[in-house]
Every structure is written in structure tokens, then in C-alpha cells.
DNA sequence: CGGGATCCATCGAGATACTG
DNA sequence: CAGTATCTCGATGGATCCCG
């Protein structure tokens, strides 16, 4: 944040709404009850569908297949069809999701220390 | 997040669950529709109940309460009444509250290439 | 195997009115 | 001014069944 602003806060209305945009879009994009874990799942390596709904204990099969569509459509997951028989579904994370991977620690480091503090309460 | 573990995937259901937590703690606390818009509004300057409710358009006093509290709860937010007549309430960062400006940094510098990519698709 | 379709419960949030 | 109390509704997500 530019704090060289903040004094006598000359944003306007239609400034800060800019400013927050692009935050919220990320916020966003890890919200939810199941896009973190899917995100890190495939962190670790890449998946198929069966797997994945294994892996993340409680998910359906409907909520995985919205979610990796979104995060597909988001370019963080690339969607690779096998023809095999039965047909195999990879998924991975595209270099651009992992650059997520870098913001997602930022997160976390604070929230390690947020829940030290919360706890210590 | 460590990398030197990705390869085969060792963690696991319960040590994921763990490494997702405090990422989901900020997430949550920077979620919802109001949290960033407050937040981002008590970063510039401290403000007071109307104040705050003018500023952020859109928002309701029951909404502002709602979340004023929440972040109190959690630290973030100083609450500091004043005995005049009416009774005026002034709202602050707390400087633990300020340090999560970083944080917002990073994940805004990341969602403003996001903004980029998508729109050139 | 990799999903889609449908119905239903829960919760975040808006609208409105009211209080100390 | 600084909130609280109800009522309501739409979105998110769960349960279940089905298909190529």
C-alpha cells in the first residue's frame, strides 16, 4: 500500500475499489471450501480425477468437477485427455498456477503467526 | 512451500490438512464481501462508525458491526469509545493489523498479472 | 472412469425498523 | 451517533442418482 497517501486518504471512492480489485480476485481464486485443498493436491503432483476425489476426503465428484473446470478456465490447471479405455483424466497445475505457490507461502507465514497469536489468547 | 517433498507426495491427508489451515484462516479473514473494503478504508485513517458506513458504500450498519467485531476479535482492529456527548466510537489498525499489508501487497501484485492474462484471453 | 442432473439444506448478506 | 433485531432471499455446497 502506498503509504505516502494515507495521511489524508485523497482516494476516492472509485480508486479504492481499483486498488482492491485484484486483491479479491485472488482471494477469490482461493476461496471456498475446496479450492485450496485441489490447488494443493496438485502442488504435489499431478492427478486424475478418481485420485483427487480420494485424496481430498469428503469432496463429490460434483463440487471437484466444478472446481477444476473454474481453475481451468482460470489458467492455474491444464486438463490432459488420455484415450484409453476407460478413458484417463490428468490434471496439473500449469507453471502459472504454481507461480501461486509463492503467494500462498507469503499467506500462510502470516497466518502462522496469526494463529500463535489467536492461541495464545 | 517445500518443495524438496513434492516429488512423491509424502505428506499425508492429515499433515495437507494442517499445511492448509492458517492459509485458510487469512483467506477467511480477508474473505466475504466487506472485510478488504474495511480493512483497506481503516488503513488510510482511523474512522468512526458513520464515517466508516459513508465511506464504504453499499454496506449496512448491521454488516459493519458484523465484521468490525470479527476483526476486533481478531486483533486487527482497534475499538475506542469516547465518553462525549453523543458517544463517538473510533475505529484503527492495530499495528498488527497494519502488518498485514504486506501480505495484501503480494497477493495484489499477483492478482494485477492475473487481471492481465485473463483479459488478453 | 469421468463426470452431469436434480433436489435440498445451510449460511452469508440485504432490507427495514428500532433502541440507548 | 452507534449500533441491534427480524425477516427474507440468493448463492454455496451436500446428497443422490444417472450416463457414455
Redesign the pocket.
Known amino acids: 500500500m502506498d503509504t505516502t497517501k494515507n495521511i489524508s486518504n485523497p482516494y476516492t471512492v472509485t480508486e479504492c475499489k481499483t486498488f482492491i480489485l485484484p486483491v479479491r480476485d485472488v482471494i477469490d481464486l482461493l476461496?471456498?471450501?475446496?479450492r485450496l485443498p485441489i490447488i494443493i493436491a496438485l502442488s504435489f503432483k499431478n492427478h486424475?480425477?478418481?485420485?483427487l476425489e480420494r485424496q481430498i476426503e469428503?469432496?463429490?465428484?460434483?463440487?471437484l468437477?466444478?472446481v477444476?473446470?473454474d481453475l481451468e478456465i482460470n489458467g492455474l490447471v491444464n486438463?490432459d485427455v488420455f484415450k484409453t479405455t476407460?478413458?484417463?483424466?490428468?490434471?496439473s497445475l500449469t507453471d502459472y498456477g504454481k507461480s501461486l505457490d509463492k503467494v500462498i507461502e507469503t499467506v500462510r507465514e502470516w497466518g502462522l503467526t496469526h494463529r500463535q497469536k489467536i492461541i495464545n489468547k
Open positions: 476461496g471456498g471450501k475446496w486424475r480425477f478418481k485420485e469428503g469432496i463429490t465428484p460434483r463440487m468437477s466444478k477444476l473446470k486438463r476407460p478413458i484417463t483424466v490428468e490434471y
